[in-house]
Structure formats: C-alpha cells, structure tokens
C-alpha cells in the first residue's frame, strides 16, 4: 500500500476505500472510521511507525492507553476500525479483544472494604492471595504485576510531571510497573508483601502473553486476567457479589487520599498526587474513584 504524506490523509484515503468497495456500508461509518484511524496514525506515527506496520500488539496498547481517555461507545468504535484495517490491508483475521473503558467502569464500579478485602483473599489459593494483595496496597492494576521490578534503575519512570510528594506516608518499598500506554510510574508495595514477592523473583526474567500484550516478568507471580478470573471467583463465594479486581483501585485511591489531604492539607494537590500514584493520564479519573 502507498505512503501518503501524513496520517490524516492516509486515515482519510482508506476510509473511503473502503465504503467505496462495501467493506463498510455507510458513509457514517466510513466517517468515523477514518477520525479513529488518524487517532492511531498519529500515535504509531509519533513512535516512527507507518501505520501498514502497525502491529497486532500495538494497537492493543493503543487502545489499552484509549480505555483511560474515552468513554465504552468511543473506544468500541477504534477496536472496530483498526480491526477493519488489519483484516482488510494486513490480511489479519485475529479479532482484537474488546476492552472496557475505564471512565465507564470507574463509573459503575466501588470500593471494597478492607474486611471484604481479607474476606475475598481467604478464599483464593497462595499465589493469588499474594496478588490480590499486592493490587491492594499498591493501588496495581491486574496485568502491572507482570511488570514489577523493584527500586527505579533498572527501568525508570517516564518522564513526567510527577509531584514530589509521591507515596508520602506509604510504608513499603519502591518497585517501577508499565501501565496504560507503555506509562512507567513508581509504585510502593508494603514491606511484608515485598518480602514474599522477592522470595519468587526469577533468575532469568521471562516473556509472558496477557490479552495479546507482551510483558517482560521479572517474578513467578500471577496477573492479568488469572488474577481477575480468581478475584472475581472468590469474591463470589465469600460476599456473594464482585465488583471485579478493579474495585481495589478504587479503595486505594479513597484511602490514600485522606491520608495525603490530612498531610499536604491541600485536596486538589492529594488528588493530584493520587492520580499520579495510580497512573492516570487525567485525574478526573480519580475523582470518580472517589464516589
């Protein structure tokens, strides 16, 4: 396929090809379809790559970093575009898994009490119980546990605005993760927690597979969707009820922010900083954690 001069005029000669030869039905569509395509364009364009090489595991990250920006109707709507692209022009018939929004999950979901926490993780068997744990006091989501590493030299934090007084009163060790958009922030895991964690770190870290995205592990630890799957099951047997894995995020960020607003004595700073400890891209996020 030719190279055009700019993702903008790609997304749009593609998407008139393809309601041109009734891959897709309606100009509408075709419409949307090439706004979702410049979106990715630009994004694979910014790390010097052409969209017709774009791979399978890129636009999962890209959309994995669109799950935080849009709402579930929006995101829907550039897994369907790119998955039109990657079958049409790259002869792909994988389907991309659909992926939630979590501004709309944020909505629906809530906080776990810390004894409903103790009650779910009872429930779980030994490695997972470790899991969950940590995804509690750290504030992880599921698929960053394959990327722990422990202290900030090995793979330092993206660079960003980050605010000074990160993990302020959080007693534990610093670790580095990879979140949405290839993000890498700093996390603090309990002592107690990081003690077991080190006990199965790998001598030789190993690639695994979650969701169609590639992690580079570091220690023999679950995560990702086993890690949901077992949340969501034992939660099930002891409350009744889940509200899935990623309800812990929600204690963590109503936690830690009355900490941090008790310290700094300033809410907008604390929700700042919460954001920044959970990896949000937009710190309205957090503020709907909260409700």
């Known amino acids: 396929m030719a190279r055009f001069s700019s993702p903008e005029r790609q997304a749009e000669r593609i998407s008139r090809h393809l309601h041109r030869t009734g891959v897709v039905a309606s100009i509408r569509t075709a419409n949307g379809y090439s706004g979702a395509l410049k979106l990715y364009a ?27 920006q ?30 939630k929004s979590e501004e709309t ?5 809530r906080a776990y009490s810390q004894e409903q926490i103790q009650a779910i993780i009872v429930r779980q068997t030994e490695p997972y119980q470790l899991a969950t744990a940590i995804c509690a006091g750290a504030g992880l989501r599921a698929h960053e546990l394959f990327t722990l590493c422990k202290g900030i030299t090995e793979q330092p934090p993206s660079e960003r605005d980050w605010d ?33 964690l080190e006990t199965l770190k790998l001598a030789i870290p190993r690639t695994v597979t979650d969701r169609g995205i590639r992690y580079e592990q570091r220690y023999a630890i679950p995560g990702g969707n086993k ?45 700042r900083v919460v954001s920044h400890e959970l990896g949000h891209l937009r710190p309205d996020i957090t503020l709907i954690y909260l409700r």
Request: glycine share 8%.
């Open 105 to 109: 999950h944020a909505l629906k979901s």
């Open 70 to 99: 849009v709402g579930q109707s929006a995101l829907n709507l550039d897994r369907q575009a790119i998955d039109t692209y990657r079958s049409t022009y790259q002869n792909q018939t994988d389907k991309l898994p659909v992926l």
């Open 42 to 68: 630009q994004w694979l364009s910014e790390q010097g790559i052409q969209l017709e090489n774009g791979s399978r595991e890129q636009a999962l990250q890209y959309l994995d970093q669109r799950s935080e």
């Open 227 to 271: 890690v949901s799957a077992s949340f969501t099951s034992a939660s099930q047997r002891a409350l009744g009820w889940s509200r899935g894995v990623h309800g812990l995020r929600h204690t963590y960020a109503q936690e830690r922010l009355k900490v941090l607003a008790a310290t700094t004595q300033d809410y907008d700073r604390a929700l």
């Open 164 to 196: 000074a007084i990160r993990h302020a009163r959080a007693r534990g060790y610093i670790y580095t993760v990879v979140g949405k958009g290839g993000l890498v922030r700093t996390v603090k895991i309990p002592y107690v927690l990081a003690d077991k």
